[in-house]
């Protein structure tokens, strides 16, 4: 069976010359770095890391197509299919990114994976609030470490008190995660278990773009 092309919802790993996470980037804006020779394939191979450029990856590619089609996500031109890279790696950039996750709704809750922290269940998106666990009104600030998702049932019993005054119990203490949890959701997904040597190192971090 032979794999359909639906490389263009996927994102791509992109390393520094010196082979450090530095962002996230979509397919066409990988396949544009690699056209412009401002980036090379970074290719897992029994274990080893190997390097194309991008001639020598569209070759790979027709060999991969009829060997190990369903290995791949595909994209489609008008005289083949190119497999879809998951790490290029810059030619002359070697700086990381500034080290920040930003504080916004979705990292929030991406960090407690859509969960409430007093009750533990999952919920969607719209289903769930974030509370301050020190409320605003007693000094509690918006911070990493003072803001969770709940859901409207835990939020309205909980109402403007602290968890010990409502009798409730935090799952998780909250913290400000080390890189994105938007991204650290991403890893869980097989076809970019590539990118987690990369990733691992706390001095590394993504900044997605």
């Known amino acids: ?32 770095l690699l056209f412009r020779e401002l980036a090379e394939v970074v290719h ?20 991969a197509r009829e060997f190990e089609p369903d290995d791949h996500d595909w994209v489609r031109t008008v005289r083949l299919h190119i497999a879809v890279p998951r790490i290029i790696r810059l030619a002359i950039y070697d700086r990381l990114p500034k080290q920040s996750v930003k504080f916004n709704r979705r990292n929030l809750y991406a960090r407690d994976g859509n969960r409430c922290q007093y009750c533990g269940k999952r919920y969607p998106t719209t289903d769930l609030s974030l509370d301050h666990v020190i409320p605003r ?18 939020n309205i019993k909980k109402g403007g008190r602290t968890p010990d005054q409502a009798h409730m119990r935090l799952t998780t203490a909250p913290v400000k995660p080390r890189r994105n949890p938007v991204l650290t959701i991403k890893l869980t997904d097989g076809r970019y278990a590539s990118w987690k040597a990369f990733l691992d190192n706390a001095y590394w971090s993504v900044e997605l773009k």
């Open 1 to 32: 069976m032979i794999a359909q092309p639906t490389g263009l919802t996927c994102n791509v790993l992109v390393l520094n010359r010196n082979y450090l996470a530095v962002r996230v980037v979509n397919v066409r804006r990988a396949f544009s």
């Open 44 to 63: 897992i191979e029994s274990g080893q890391y190997t390097s194309y450029d991008f001639s020598e990856w569209c070759e790979l590619s027709k060999l």
């Open 137 to 154: 009104s007693q000094g509690g600030k918006t911070t990493w470490d003072n803001v969770v998702c709940a859901c409207l049932h835990c």
